[in-house]
């Protein structure tokens, strides 16, 4: 009778492509070597050990559960690894992830930063410019109606002097000299450029010349 011999490899490898398969023969070829070792250690001598191992060989080839064995701890094993995998890939995927975050969180404070030094330049800048106007309009003020107000008494003063000084038939004039005066300095120049553009010149001249008449 011939008795057909099973082969570890043909029991644990059906599909030459699945990776589980190969490896859960892989382990099988680990724990036989692992025997061997084992048997050496002991003091067996090569012959021995030979007829150790194809007992082993046979008993694996031969027993479902030897064999489940093997393919539940590549499973495992697979499992295990791939986790690994993961778990490292994951690592490195978060570290940077979190290089770039930080790199972009630079930029974004940077800029951020940036962003408020300007606004506040800008609001500095608004505030002395209010500042600014405000200073000219209150100098402006205070220059413009004290120069106003001197131009006017300065017409004011030499109008009297001039009324005392003159006769009575030209104080009319006089008087219709002042407000013409007044008018223009209102509408045109706030300073008289001179006694004679309000008529004193030539009143003056005309009160010097003219003799006294009776009373």
């Not at 492509?17 to 003091?43: C, M, P, T």
């Not at 295990?80 to 995998?85: A, D, E």
């Not at 003056?204 to 003799?211: A, F, G, L, M, N």
């Amino acid at each position: 009778m011939t008795h057909n011999k099973k082969w570890v490899f043909s029991e644990l490898v059906k599909d030459s492509n699945d990776l589980s398969q190969l490896i859960a023969y892989a382990i099988y070829k680990a724990d036989k070597d692992g025997v061997a070792n084992g048997l050496r250690a002991q003091g067996k001598t090569e012959a021995e050990i030979q007829v150790k191992l194809d007992s082993y060989h046979d008993s694996v080839a031969t027993t479902l559960r030897l064999q489940q064995s093997c393919r539940d701890r590549a499973e495992a094993l697979m499992i295990t690894v791939v986790k690994g995998i993961a778990d490292k890939t994951n690592k490195q995927a978060e570290q940077q992830i979190k290089a770039i975050n930080d790199e972009n969180k630079k930029a974004l404070e940077k800029a951020g930063t940036k962003a408020v030094d300007e606004y506040h330049k800008k609001i500095k800048k608004d505030v002395l410019e209010k500042q600014s106007k405000s200073a000219w309009w209150w100098s402006f003020t205070i220059s413009g109606f004290s120069g106003v107000w001197a131009t006017i008494v300065l017409i004011i003063i030499v109008w009297i002097i001039s009324m005392a000084a003159a006769p009575e038939s030209e104080r009319n004039h006089l008087t219709g000299s002042l407000f013409n005066r007044m008018w223009n300095y209102a509408t045109s120049s706030p300073l008289p450029d001179s006694e004679s553009d309000i008529g004193i010149g030539k009143d003056t001249s005309r009160i010097v010349t003219s003799p006294p008449q009776k009373p």
